[in-house]
Each structure stands twice: as C-alpha cells, then as structure tokens.
C-alpha cells in the first residue's frame, strides 16, 4: 500500500502529541522525585518536633495536677510551641520542596551549533567581501572577450585559366550558378549573326 504523505496539520498534531507525552512523564517523574524527597522530609520534621510535642504534653500534664488556671496556661504554651514547632519543620519542608522543584524544571540549554556556523560563516563571507573590495583591484576583472573572426572573403570576378579556356574556380556553387541562373541575360551566339 502507498504511504500518503503527511500533511503539515497532521504533522504538527503528531509533534504536539509527542511533546504532550513527553511533558507528562516527565512531570509524572518529577511528582514522583518530589514526593519521595519531602515525604522523608516531612517525617523527619514530625520526629523533630515530637520531642518538643512531648515536652509541652508534659509540662501541661504537670501543670495540671497543679491547678487548673496554670494548666490551661501550660496547654496555651505547649500549643504554641507546637505550632512554632510545625511551622519551622514545614517551612523546612517547604524550602527542600522548593530546591528539588526548581532543580526539576531547570531545563537543559540548547547548544544551537548550526545558528553558530551559520553566522561564523555570514561574518567569514563579510569579511572576505570588504578585503577583497579594499584590497585596490579595481580593474573589474581579468577577463577580455576574444575579438570576434574576421568575415570571409569572397571572390568577386571568376579567374579564366589561358590553357584550357573554361573559368577556373574553386567554388563549384559559383560556376552552377551561372548556368541556371534564369536573371542573366543570355548571350548572342555567333553562329546566328553570321547568316
């Protein structure tokens, strides 16, 4: 079967598609890098402020059995210290976060090598153009044309060659010519005028 040749429209469509697959694995694959860097950051942010949860658990455990009022004093602070204590794991989370993101969707620079040799080429040829126009040769080239051939020569009257009595010629045309040439009177002969 002939393969029909693409159409720029089918092209492009096919291009984008390809460029919509590759655009999502790769943000399938910096979702993945990101959850498996900040789900262990997390973690660790959780374990770094249960000791601090604790702590203020049991501050206000012994500020109960104290009284009441310092008690509720004590639930107040350790809230807060939970909190503060979130707020700095998760702004550590968020900053480890922000760092792998960014190091994801720093895309690779492109090299452009043909836009390269191209304008080394475009600058060459320039520069070759203005040494060659300051260099003084203004004498618009080497090249004379040749003179054009002389024009043949032809014969005007034909020879007659005293031996033999008929025109000597060497242009056959010439003495055809002549006999059949219907514009040229013919001549009297002698034997009609002697009678």
């Known amino acids: 079967m002939l393969r029909k040749k693409k159409s720029k429209r089918e092209a492009a469509t096919e291009k984008a598609g390809e460029l919509w697959n590759e ?13 498996e860097s900040v789900g262990p950051t997390i973690d660790r942010a959780k374990e770094a ?14 500020a109960g059995e ?13 809230a807060a210290l939970a909190a503060v204590a979130a707020a700095a794991a998760s702004e550590k989370a968020d900053k480890y976060a922000e ?17 390269k040799l191209v304008f080394v080429a ?12 300051l260099s003084g040769d203004s004498s618009g080239g080497s090249y004379t044309p040749p003179p054009p051939p002389p024009a043949p020569v032809r014969p005007v009257g034909t020879p ?10 060497d242009d056959p045309l ?13 001549e009297p002969s002698s034997d009609k005028n002697d009678g």
């Not at 402020?49 to 206000?60: F, K, N, Q, W």
């Open 160 to 169: 007659t060659d005293s031996s033999s009595g008929t025109a000597a010629s």
């Open 66 to 78: 104290v009284s009441k009022k310092k008690a509720k004093k004590a639930r107040k602070e350790a």
């Open 99 to 115: 760092s792998t993101a960014e190091a994801a969707e720093e895309p690779k620079k492109k090299k452009h090598r043909l836009r």
């Open 174 to 186: 010439a003495d055809e010519g002549k006999e059949t040439d219907p514009s040229t009177p013919a």
């Open 23 to 35: 655009a999502s694995s790769t943000l399938s694959d910096a979702a993945g890098s990101l959850s």
């Open 122 to 133: 475009a600058i060459g040829g320039a520069i070759a153009f203005v040494a060659k126009k």
């Open 49 to 62: 402020a249960a000791p601090t949860v604790a702590d203020a658990t049991a501050r206000a455990k012994e």
